[in-house]
């Protein structure tokens, strides 16, 4: 294979009012112009792991955007960005990704493709309810903690065994964040090989008072941005 | 979730690849919709839903010589090995274009101590879809059907030709695939820094996931 192509393309095209960029070499790729994301690194590999799947019997799908591929449930070469504060001068990043029940239920289990960067190894994921557009106050937290650096396949899963309530209709959204013990925590959320066709809805929250710059990514700075993104991340909410 | 593996390489036979005349086959709309209950899947990882047949925003690049000034020339191939003796119809790939001329080669080939060799059947795309837009499949339907033998390595190769001087197109990744590495190939004329020619490597020390393609055929 040639190796060092340095020379970059550049490509400027609307794709469903998004515009994109294209850099050359031996992996050419199209961003969301809007949104921290971040590519992983070749050699990174695992052996398929879908931990709990077999718990997933018996559970409704409220909502699940994972492949049904077992070696790609979803696109691990590419992320959503989940930073701390402290984390090499890059502004505090959480992502989150909305859903609306069909029909009243209750979650019990949520399952995240979360991948470990570099930092103190843990996230927080949680169930939050809609305030007028972007996550609002949390349902319910969990404390991730030991969470891959590989790149395919691990899925991260969490559970309420009592469940907790939704209703048919209303939005809620599952978020990936940093606590007060992450600050130096550089993670991301692996993208949804789904909906390509039209993309996704998404939001990150941002905050660049201990370095970088938010506007770079097209989101305000401390507050939540929600955004229409030409990929969404892989998660799924499973209940009764 | 619920998990399953792709299905990959089933049938083929035949006897010995001669080389077919073969008519160029309009683009597929997205995705493709052609009668695929009648044919086999010989090797492939094209994903089976309409939004995500393959990922459509990563992918190796496939340029002509005056694509970028100081980029080469760059084709790619992925090396695939029948299980069973089959016939190829239709060959797939999902492929996108960049810039330049609208317009790609996809070949089948035989092997040649490890990269592609002689071409066997050779396939003029036109109408290529935007790269990082979803999901059209890119569908070459062999005119006679090209025999394969089991067990024997071919290559499916996107390339550009004369007249494709400037284009600069993206061969996509696979997304039912990215644990196990398969072995692929890049062409360079000259100046690519590791030779010149065909150069061969293992998927996972590109991207981790193999180029989007399937071979069709029958028994």
Redesign the interface.
Known sequence: ???????A?T?V?L?AATA?A?A????????NKQGAFKTAA??R?A??L?PN?TD?DGLI?IA?S????????Y????EASVNGPSYSGQPEVWTAAPFTPRADGAATKL?VAAIWSYGPNGLVLSLDKDARGVPGSAIKAWKLTNLPQS???A?EAVEDKAGLRLRAGAKYWVVLSTDASEAGTSAGWALS??????GATMAQYCSDDHGGSCTSYGLKNDAWTAFHS??GVAF?VLGK | ??????ALLMAVVLGACGGHAVTPAAPAA?PATFARTKLVTIVGNL??????RY???????VTGPD??????E?WRAVAFSPSANHTATVIQVGVGL??GTDGLVLSLNRDDKGIPGKAIATVQLRNLP??????TIETATLAKGVPLKAGTQYWVVVSTNTSELTT?A?WT????????SFL?A?Y?PSN???GSGW?P?QS??????ELAYAVLGSN
């Open positions: 294979m040639q190796k060092g192509r340095a020379v393309l490509l095209a794709i994109v294209v050359a070499g031996d992996v050419q790729r199209v961003t070749s050699g590999h052996a398929p879908p799947t997933d799908a699940d994972f492949s049904e591929y077992a070696k790609s449930p696109w691990a070469w590419s399952e790149l395919c396949c899925v090989e789904l909906g390509q066709i039209h030409l990929y799924a | 979730m619920n998990w399953k593996a792709p997205a994903a089976s839903y309409r939004s995500g990922w459509a925003f990563e992918g190796s690049p694509a970028e000034e100081g980029f080469p760059n960049v810039s935007a790269f990082g837009t979803c999901c600069s993206t990744f696979n997304d039912t695939d990215q644990v196990d692929e890049s360079c690519c820094g590791s150069t490597y996972d020390t590109v991207s981790g996931s």
